[in-house]
C-alpha cells in the first residue's frame, strides 16, 4: 500500500519495512516471445547469422541467453499475441526440413515452423524459465488445443505424447500456464467474438483441457480489466470446482484472467503517467473478479483467480508499426514509464500474479540484437532492476509531494487517479533487504526529500537511472542511459532525487 498526500512544502517518503502488504509472484517479471518482427527470427533463435561465435548449436543467440538469464525471468509466454489465432502447432513439430511455410495473416509476413514448440520449450530451459503458451481460439480447434496439451504434458503411452518422445523428447515438458485465446475480442483478431461466444468457447475448453490434464493453469482473455467483456466473460466462467457438464474434475476451470494495455505519448507528463491507468484498470477488474465469485457462489475455499496483465509495455503503434516489426526506439522518459508500470505491479501485487513485458526481444522491447550483439534501450535498466531487487514482500509506504495537474492520456485518467511527482513502491525480501523504487518524473526539478524508514544512512545502497534530457536514448552511438551505483551522500535524513530519474535505494534490516 503506498498512500499520497498533496503537499505545498518539502517532500517526503516513509517507509515502514514490518507492515507487509501483499506477496510479490517472481511471475510479474514474464517474458513474452511472439512469432512477430524479430522477435523470434533474429532475436532468440539466428541460426543463419555467419557470426559463430553468436550462436550455439541450437540456433540460439548465446547473447540473448546470457543477458536474460542472470534476471531470472520466470515465465515466457508464446507464441503469441495475434500470431497465434492462425498458428497451427503440429507445422511446427517434426524435422525442420519438412515443416510447411504459412502466410502469417496477423503481421504479414511468411511463417517458415523452423522455431517450435519443442525449440521454445528448449529455449526455455536455456533461460530457467517456465514456458507460457496461448491456444489458437480463432482458427484452432479444441481437438488441436487437447492434442498441443497431450504433446507437452503427456506421460501415459498415448498418441501425442509417443508423437513428443518420436520427436527425442521422452521426458513430459510438464506446461503449466495455457491461455484461452489472445484478445478474441479485438476486430483485428481472426474469428474475433462477441463476449457470449467466447465465454461459451471458453468454458467448454476449460472443462475438456482440465479433464485431460487437471494440473494446468488456464487463463481468461480478458481485455483492459475495467470492462463489459471483463465483467461478462468472468461472470460467465467462473464456476464451483466440480460443476462441470463434463462431469467432477474437482478443479476450478479458470485460474487467471487476462488482461492488456499499452501506454504510450509525445508528452513526456502524459507518457510517465499513463501507466497509472492500468493501476485503476487492474483493481476494477479485482473487483469484477469478486462480483463474480460472488454472484456464482464460489465457496470460500477455491482458489480465487488472479490477474494476468501478460502484455504491458510502452508502445506507439503510429511510430512503430506492428506491420513493419514495431522496433520503438526508447528514450528516458519511456524508461520512466516502465518504471511506473513497475511500481504499479508492486503495488497492486496482491491481485497481479503474472505480467509479461512486451516483447522481450527486438519487438517493442528493451533488449535490441544486431549482427554482432546486442543493445540495451533506456528501458532495460529499470526492468533489470527491478527483477534483481524488488522482491518479497510489498511494504507500506507514505508519500507526500507535489502533484502533476495537467492533461493525462488517457483522458479519464485525470479523473479518477492521483498522479503525483513522486511514484513509489517498496519491497522487504525474504532475506531482509528493503528496496525502494522511486520515480521522479519531474521535468524541470530535483527533489530534496525527507526520508524515513532506517536507521544507517551510510549503509543504504543507490542505483540511479537518468540521462541529460527526456528524449536522449540509447539508440545512438553511446549508451547514454544506464545504472549508476553509488552509497546514500546526506547524513541529515534528506535524498535528492535527480529530475527525470529512477533512484532505487536498498538497505539490509
Known amino acids: 500500500m503506498t498512500s499520497y498526500t498533496l503537499t505545498k512544502g518539502a517532500p517526503s517518503i516513509t517507509v515502514f519495512p514490518s507492515h507487509k502488504v501483499s506477496k510479490v509472484n517472481r511471475n510479474l517479471y514474464a517474458g513474452f516471445t511472439e512469432h512477430m518482427g524479430r522477435c523470434v527470427y ?42 497465434c489465432a492462425t498458428y497451427h502447432w503440429q507445422d511446427g513439430i517434426g524435422p525442420i526440413e519438412k515443416r510447411p511455410s504459412r502466410p502469417e495473416l496477423a503481421w504479414g509476413a511468411i511463417e517458415t515452423n523452423h522455431f517450435g514448440t519443442d525449440e521454445f520449450i528448449k529455449w526455455c530451459k536455456a533461460v530457467d524459465a517456465e514456458p507460457y503458451i496461448c491456444l489458437n481460439f480463432g482458427t484452432g480447434t479444441l481437438d488441436e488445443a487437447m492434442a498441443w496439451v497431450e504433446y507437452c504434458n503427456g506421460k501415459l503411452d498415448t498418441y501425442y505424447a509417443n ?5 527425442g523428447h521422452e521426458e513430459p515438458y510438464n506446461v503449466k500456464y495455457w491461455a484461452l485465446g489472445n484478445e478474441m475480442w479485438g476486430p483485428w483478431q481472426i474469428e474475433q467474438m462477441t463476449q457470449e461466444a467466447y465465454a461459451q468457447r471458453a468454458a467448454q475448453w476449460a472443462k475438456a483441457l482440465k479433464l485431460l490434464d487437471p494440473s ?43 488482461i492488456h494495455l499499452y501506454t504510450a505519448s509525445a508528452d513526456h507528463y502524459e507518457n510517465v503517467t499513463a501507466p497509472l491507468a492500468a493501476e485503476r484498470n487492474i483493481e476494477a477488474c479485482s473487483s469484477l473478479i469478486d462480483l463474480a465469485i460472488i454472484e456464482n457462489k464460489i465457496p470460500p475455499g477455491q482458489k480465487r483467480p488472479g ?7 510502452v508502445w506507439s503503434p503510429t511510430r512503430a508499426p506492428g506491420s513493419k516489426g514495431a522496433e520503438e526506439v526508447y528514450t528516458l522518459s519511456d524508461a520512466l514509464a516502465v518504471a511506473v508500470w513497475l511500481n504499479v505491479f508492486i503495488r497492486q501485487s496482491k491481485h497481479v500474479e503474472m505480467a509479461c513485458i512486451a516483447q522481450s526481444v527486438n519487438v517493442i522491447s528493451p533488449l535490441m540484437t544486431t549482427p554482432t550483439g546486442i543493445i540495451k534501450q533506456t528501458t532495460w535498466w529499470p526492468y533489470e532492476l527491478f527483477c534483481r531487487f524488488m522482491k518479497g514482500h510489498a511494504i507500506a509506504v507514505q508519500v507526500a509531494c507535489d502533484f502533476y495537474e495537467g492533461p493525462t492520456r488517457p483522458e479519464w485518467l485525470r479523473a479518477v487517479k492521483q498522479t503525483p511527482y513522486l511514484d513509489v513502491s517498496a519491497t522487504i525480501s525474504d532475506d531482509g533487504w528493503v528496496s525502494v523504487a522511486v520515480v521522479n518524473m519531474h521535468l524541470d526539478q530535483d527533489m530534496e526529500t525527507t526520508f524515513a524508514g532506517h536507521t544507517d544512512c551510510s549503509s543504504i545502497q543507490v ?28 547524513k541529515n535524513g534528506k535524498f535528492l532525487f535527480p529530475r527525470m530519474s529512477l533512484v532505487l535505494l536498498r538497505w539490509l534490516l
Open 42 to 83: 533474429g532475436g532468440i533463435f539466428d541460426p543463419s547469422n555467419s557470426n559463430a561465435d553468436l550462436i550455439d548449436s541450437n540456433g540460439f543467440r548465446r547473447d540473448v541467453i546470457e543477458v536474460l538469464r542472470p534476471l531470472k525471468i520466470p515465465v515466457f509466454r508464446y507464441p503469441g499475441g495475434n500470431f
Open 163 to 167: 508423437l513428443r518422445r518420436n520427436n
Open 216 to 258: 494446468i493453469n488456464l487463463v481468461l482473455c480478458g481485455k483492459e480489466g475495467a470492462t463489459t467483456w471483463d465483467h461478462y466473460v468472468l461472470t460467465h466462467t467462473l464456476q464451483p470446482a466440480g460443476l462441470s457438464d463434463l462431469g467432477e474434475t474437482q478443479h476450478p476451470l479458470i485460474d487467471m484472467h487476462s
Open 307 to 313: 490477474i494476468c496483465f501478460d502484455e504491458w509495455n
Open 463 to 490: 542505483f540511479t537511472v537518468t540521462g541529460r534530457d527526456a528524449k536522449v536514448s540509447n539508440m545512438g552511438p553511446n549508451e547514454e542511459v544506464k545504472i549508476q551505483e553509488s552509497k546514500w551522500q546526506d
